[in-house]
């Protein structure tokens, strides 16, 4: 039977989010940035010590008037810990950090090959089992996966890595380990992951575009990570940036990724005969005449991708993410930047930032982590 989850007063949840914000601070202050009365946060301070989770910590400074120096109070990340999982289509990255993000233990491995649920859920498990989680309290596991995700029941609709539906691995995980199991979108969470330890840092409007194998984006809108009524938004790599061209044309994935993305990029060097790694090519771009002519339209498609997505949400940040996007960010950069300002208004252009993505490759489990805390209190 899993484990009973801490249930929250909303009271008490806008006190421990605001001892998280201005640690340390005293009582009387908590009282006076949440608007709540001085019982009210005195019965919510009283809880969260008696459950572990904040502290008493050193004596603040009197007043001008003199009188009793007040203690002052923090939270205690190390109450409970977390597990966050990158379930990526060569490799499964985890760690486990303390409610701060801090890491306690990180470990990759390759992905052996995946043809089943099960196969999934055991390579999982083996790296969880080799992390020694056993060892820690902890408050929950978060799972990235390259794929749809339906939120409301923790199932994972279809990876198209794997070629797997319907997969039930919320509940398998819970009864496996015992602690609370959240599923979402890799690029979901690695958007999460950005506005809380990354790029975005405290910004709350945040479009990342993940630029690697496939193309996608993660939403995060006023703060809230924004999945769709399905759980399906930001799939950008859909969209049509040209239906002259696109029209007649089957693909097996979206029409934008047929233009920009890993994928195709693999195949353009593989239908040349180009020897060269992808990296290499990107390294002496200047010397591949051929590809370097498509790169260009990729990015032009990219670019208006981009300025549509601009003009629909106006973010604050636009944050280039995944293995291309993060590592040849200045080339892309360099290139959809004259498109997108020739195609939207300065009025929303000019308050909007692009930046390279800052966690890299623990974008994602950066993001579990964050959305684990999410889910079950407050961060």
């Known amino acids: 039977m899993m484990k009973a989850r801490l249930v929250l007063k909303n009271s008490e949840a806008k006190v421990l989010e605001c001892i998280r914000q201005f640690r340390p601070i005293s009582r009387a202050h908590i009282a006076v940035k949440t608007g709540l009365s001085k019982p009210v946060v005195s019965q919510a301070v009283e809880r969260l010590i008696r459950e572990g989770i904040v502290r008493e910590s050193k004596k603040g400074k009197s007043t001008l008037r003199g009188g009793k120096r007040p203690t002052l109070l923090e939270f205690n990340p190390n109450w409970k810990f977390v597990v966050g999982i990158d379930v990526g289509g060569s490799k499964i990255r985890a760690a486990i950090t303390d409610l701060d993000g801090n890491m306690k233990h990180e470990i990759e491995r390759k992905i ?20 020694k989680c056993h060892n820690y309290e902890l408050l929950g596991i978060g799972v990235g996966v390259p794929g749809t995700c339906d939120r409301n029941t923790g199932k994972v609709r279809y990876i198209p890595a794997f070629d797997l539906r319907d997969v039930p691995l919320k509940k398998i995980l819970e009864t496996k380990f015992n602690v609370p199991v959240f599923v979402e979108n890799d690029v979901t969470l690695n958007a999460l992951g950005e506005m809380w330890k990354g790029a975005a840092k405290g910004l709350r409007n945040v479009l ?3 630029l690697g194998t496939g193309t996608g984006a993660g939403l995060i809108l006023n703060g809230t990570l924004y999945t769709g009524a399905r759980g399906m938004a930001g799939e950008i790599g859909y969209l049509v940036t040209d239906w002259s061209a696109e029209k007649d044309v089957e693909y097996r994935f979206g029409r934008l990724e047929r233009w920009f993305s890993g994928y195709t990029f693999e195949q353009f060097l593989k239908e040349r005969r180009i020897r060269s790694t992808l990296n290499q090519v990107f390294e ?37 993410s995944g293995g291309i996007g993060y590592n040849q960010y200045d080339k892309i950069l360099a ?3 004259p498109i997108v300002s020739k195609t939207v208004p300065a009025e929303i252009l000019e308050h909007v930032q692009f930046k390279r993505a800052e966690l890299a490759e623990l974008g994602v489990v950066m993001g579990a982590v964050c959305y684990v805390q999410k889910e079950l209190f407050v961060i």
């Open 284 to 320: 002496k771009l200047e010397s591949h005449t051929d590809f370097r002519e498509f790169f260009d339209v990729a990015c032009e498609h990219l670019a208006l991708a981009i300025a549509n997505a601009l003009c629909l949400l106006d973010p604050d940040v636009v944050v280039l």
């Open 208 to 210: 990342l575009v993940a």
């Open 112 to 131: 052996h090959r995946i043809r089943s649920v099960d196969d999934l859920v055991d390579q999982i498990s083996s790296l969880l089992t080799d992390m």
């Open 335 to 337: 290139k959809i930047e």
